[in-house]
C-alpha cells in the first residue's frame, strides 16, 4: 500500500468562515495502481491531489505514504519526499520558459544533488524515452502542447518516482495528443510505476484500471472500471 | 552554488535594460567613490613626495629646544642633560617595525670660521661624525675616491669625506683626494668624494609645492669624518643625532615618533631639549587629516547613493519574484527544499550588486582618470579601495536581496503554482 489516507477532512478559512472542501475521505491505493480521481469543478479532486501529493496538509485525518505517516513532516522532509517519492505532471506543463527540454529534466536532478555531467545523461536518456531524444535542446516555446506534456513527464520520472500524479494531464491537448500521453501513462505503469491521474472526461479515465469518484468532498463508492462501462452501455 | 551564479548571469542577460537601470545607482555610488578616493589619494601621494622625497624613506631625530630645531655651533655652546647614545639604545631603534636601518652621527653647522684648506675657508657648511651605516643610510655612494673602512673607526684615523658643494667651494673644483684640510684646527686628510644615489625631483605644480621643496632641501657644503674621530676635533660627549631609514613611506612618521620616545625616554634629563623626528612629516600629517576628513564626509554623500541603489535593488527582485511565481511555485512542488529557492534568489541579487560594483569600480577609475587629465589633479587607483568597494556591493546585494529571497521561498506551491 503507497498510498493511504483514512479520514482526510479539509477546510479553508474564507474571512471568518469556515469553507469545508473535504470530507471525511478513506482511500488507499496499492503500488503500481493506475487510479483516475473523477469529478466535476468544485468537487475538490484538486485538493485531494494536493494531499496525496504533500502539497497541502489535511486539516484532519491520517496520510500513510509508502507506510510513514507524513503528518509530522517537516517542510524540508515534505520537500524531498516530492523529489524523490512523488513525480508531478500538471494541466498547463508548468516548464520553465527560457530553458531547453534537457534542463527542465535536469532541474529535479540537480535539487538531488546529481553531478552535472549524470544529470545530462541521466536527463537525455528519460527524453528518449517519452520519444524527444532528438528534440532536447528545444525550448517550450519551439514544441506542441504534447510535447511540452512529455517533456514535463520526463521531468516527472526523472528520480525513478514510486508515484506519478498527474493533474488534468490532457486538458490543454488536442485528443490526439492526450492519446499519446495516455498511452505513455500506461507504459510507465506497466513498468510498475503507481499513476493518479485527476480528470474530468470519462474517456481519459476509462485508461485507468480504476476510478474514484468525487462529489462536493466525499468519495462516492469505489467503481472498478468494468462497473462503469456497464453502467455507461 | 556555480549553476545558480550562470543563471543569475542569464537571468540578467535576458533583461538587459532592466538589470543595467537596477544596477545604476550601484554603479554611480561605487565610481562616486572610486574617483574620491582615487582622487585623494593622488593628491596625497603627490604631497608626501613633494614633501619627502621619493624613494629615500630618512627620518631625522634630532634635538629640538623649546619647539626648534637645535644647532650645535661653535657659539651656541653644548646643551645640557643630554648622555650620548650607546650601541644597545641604537639597537632598540633599529628594531622598532618598519625600520630599515638606521644611523647614529654628530653634527655640527660651520659659519666659515673652522674649516680651512690652505687659507681658503668653506663658507657655511655642515660637518658630520658618521657610523659605518649612515652612508646606505642615507642613500648616499662614493663618486671617487674611497669610503670609510673599518680600520678608519679603529684607528680614529683623521680622514674626511666631501660632498661635491665642498670640492667647488673649498677646491675650486680640482682634486681634492689626499689634499689635507682643517677641520677645527685638526688636519684631516680627504679620502673620498660621495654623491645622493637617487636625486630627487619633486612635482611641482603649485608656489605652495615650491617653498615646501625649497625649506625641505638643505643648502650649504657637507663634510664627513669618522664618528671616532669626532672628539679630536669636538667633543666626545656632544648630543647625537638618528637618522632611520623607513620600510615605506607611510610608515617614517610613526617609526620617526617612536625613536624619539626612546631617545627623550632613555638619555633626556633636560626639560628644555627633546628629540624630535623631522617637522616636514607633521606637516604632511596634518595636511593627509585634513583630506582625509573631506574624504570621509565625500564618500558618506556616496553611501547615499548606494542606498538608493540598494533599495532600487530590492525593488526589481520584489517584481522579479512576483513575476516568476509559477516557477517557484513549479520548483518547490517538484522538490526544491526552502534554502535552494532561497539561494537561487540571493545569488542572482548578489550578482546583480557585484556586477554593478565592478562597472562602478571600471567608472570610477575612467572617471579619476578624466578628472585627472581636465583638472590636472594627480590620481592613484587605489586597489584596497576598489576590491572594498566591490565586496561591500556584493553586501548591498546580500542586505537588499534578503527580503526578496525569503518572500520566494515561503511561497506556497499551491497558490504559487495557481497563479496566472
New interface residues.
Given amino acids: 500500500m503507497i498510498i493511504e489516507l483514512s479520514n482526510i477532512f479539509k477546510s479553508y478559512e474564507n474571512g471568518k468562515m469556515e469553507v469545508p472542501v473535504l470530507h471525511d475521505i478513506s482511500l488507499t491505493i496499492d503500488k503500481g495502481e493506475y487510479v483516475a480521481i473523477m469529478g466535476a469543478s468544485g468537487s475538490g479532486k484538486s485538493t485531494l491531489m494536493?494531499i496525496i501529493?504533500c502539497?497541502?496538509r489535511p486539516t484532519k485525518g491520517a496520510y500513510h505514504f509508502d507506510g510513514s505517516n507524513i503528518f509530522g513532516y517537516s517542510?524540508?522532509q515534505l520537500?524531498?519526499?516530492?523529489?524523490?517519492k512523488i513525480?508531478?505532471v500538471?494541466q498547463s506543463f508548468?516548464l520553465?520558459p527560457?530553458q531547453s527540454a534537457l534542463s527542465n529534466v535536469m532541474?529535479?536532478l540537480?535539487?538531488?544533488g546529481v553531478p552535472?555531467k549524470q544529470r545530462k545523461e541521466i536527463a537525455a536518456e528519460m527524453l528518449e524515452k517519452v520519444g524527444l531524444g532528438e528534440r532536447i535542446h528545444f525550448k517550450p516555446n519551439q514544441m506542441s502542447g504534447g510535447q511540452c506534456q512529455r517533456v514535463a513527464i520526463a521531468?516527472?520520472m526523472v528520480?525513478k518516482p514510486e508515484v506519478l500524479l498527474a493533474d488534468e494531464p490532457t486538458g490543454a491537448l488536442d485528443s490526439k495528443s492526450g492519446e499519446q500521453i495516455m498511452e505513455l501513462f500506461g507504459q510507465l505503469n506497466d513498468e510498475g510505476v503507481t499513476v493518479v491521474m485527476i480528470t474530468h472526461e470519462q474517456e481519459i479515465a476509462s485508461h485507468a484500471k480504476r476510478i474514484i469518484h468525487i462529489k462536493d468532498g466525499c468519495i462516492i463508492p469505489d467503481k472498478s472500471k468494468e462497473v462503469v462501462t456497464v453502467e455507461e452501455s | 552554488m556555480l549553476e545558480n551564479i550562470r543563471l543569475s548571469f542569464q537571468g540578467i542577460w535576458s533583461h538587459k535594460l532592466r538589470s543595467i537601470l537596477t544596477m545604476l545607482g550601484i554603479i554611480i555610488g561605487i565610481a562616486a567613490i572610486i574617483t574620491i578616493v582615487s582622487t585623494i589619494k593622488g593628491t596625497n601621494e603627490q604631497i608626501k613626495e613633494n614633501l619627502v622625497g621619493s624613494g629615500n624613506n630618512n627620518v631625522t631625530v634630532s634635538i629640538y629646544q623649546d619647539g626648534y630645531e637645535y644647532e650645535i655651533n661653535n657659539y651656541s655652546g653644548l646643551p645640557s642633560g643630554i648622555n650620548t647614545i650607546s650601541t644597545e639604545l641604537l639597537d632598540k631603534i633599529s628594531n622598532i617595525e618598519n625600520v630599515e636601518s638606521c644611523s647614529v652621527y654628530n653634527k655640527r653647522v660651520d659659519w666659515g670660521d673652522s674649516i680651512f684648506y690652505n687659507d681658503t675657508a668653506l663658507g657655511s657648511s655642515s660637518i658630520y661624525g658618521v657610523d659605518d651605516k649612515y652612508f646606505s643610510t642615507c642613500g648616499y655612494a662614493v663618486s671617487y675616491g674611497r669610503g670609510f673602512h673599518e680600520s678608519d673607526f679603529d684607528k680614529k684615523r683623521k680622514v674626511v669625506i666631501i660632498d661635491s658643494s665642498t670640492v667647488t667651494n673649498l677646491f675650486d673644483n680640482t682634486n681634492p683626494l689626499n689634499k689635507v684640510i682643517d677641520i677645527n684646527n685638526e688636519p684631516f686628510t680627504v679620502i673620498g668624494v660621495i654623491e645622493k644615489k637617487d636625486t630627487f625631483k619633486p612635482v611641482i605644480n603649485s608656489i605652495d609645492d615650491y617653498y615646501s621643496y625649497v625649506a625641505d632641501s638643505e643648502s650649504g657644503s657637507r663634510l664627513y669624518i669618522p664618528s671616532t674621530s669626532w672628539p679630536t676635533a669636538y667633543y666626545f660627549d656632544e648630543p647625537q643625532a638618528v637618522v632611520i631609514r623607513a620600510k615605506n613611506t607611510d610608515s617614517m612618521n610613526s617609526v620617526g615618533k617612536k625613536a624619539a620616545t626612546i631617545l627623550n625616554d632613555a638619555i633626556v634629563t633636560s626639560k628644555s631639549f627633546k628629540y624630535k623626528s623631522d617637522s616636514a612629516m607633521d606637516d604632511l600629517e596634518s595636511i593627509q587629516d585634513i583630506s582625509n576628513s573631506t574624504n570621509t564626509q565625500l564618500i558618506w554623500i556616496a553611501s547615499i547613493s548606494l542606498l538608493v541603489g540598494g533599495i532600487g535593488v530590492m525593488n526589481i527582485m520584489l517584481v522579479s519574484v512576483t513575476e516568476r511565481t509559477r516557477e517557484i511555485g513549479l520548483k518547490k512542488a517538484i522538490g526544491a527544499r526552502k534554502g535552494k529557492i532561497l539561494s537561487q534568489f540571493l545569488t542572482e541579487s548578489v550578482v546583480l550588486t557585484s556586477m554593478g560594483g565592478f562597472l562602478g569600480v571600471l567608472c570610477g577609475i575612467g572617471l579619476a582618470q578624466a578628472v585627472s587629465k581636465i583638472a590636472n589633479i594627480p590620481v592613484a587607483i587605489s586597489i584596497p579601495a576598489s576590491v572594498i568597494a566591490v565586496a561591500f556591493s556584493m553586501l548591498i546585494g546580500i542586505i537588499f536581496g534578503l527580503i526578496p529571497s525569503i518572500q520566494a521561498a515561503n511561497l506556497d506551491p499551491i497558490d504559487a503554482l495557481r497563479y496566472e
Avoid: I, M, T
Avoid at chain 1, 79 to 84: G, I, V
Fill in positions: 494536493n501529493g502539497l497541502d517542510d524540508r520537500s524531498d519526499l516530492r523529489l524523490n513525480g508531478f500538471f508548468h520553465l527560457g532541474l529535479p540537480q535539487y538531488a552535472k521531468r516527472a528520480n
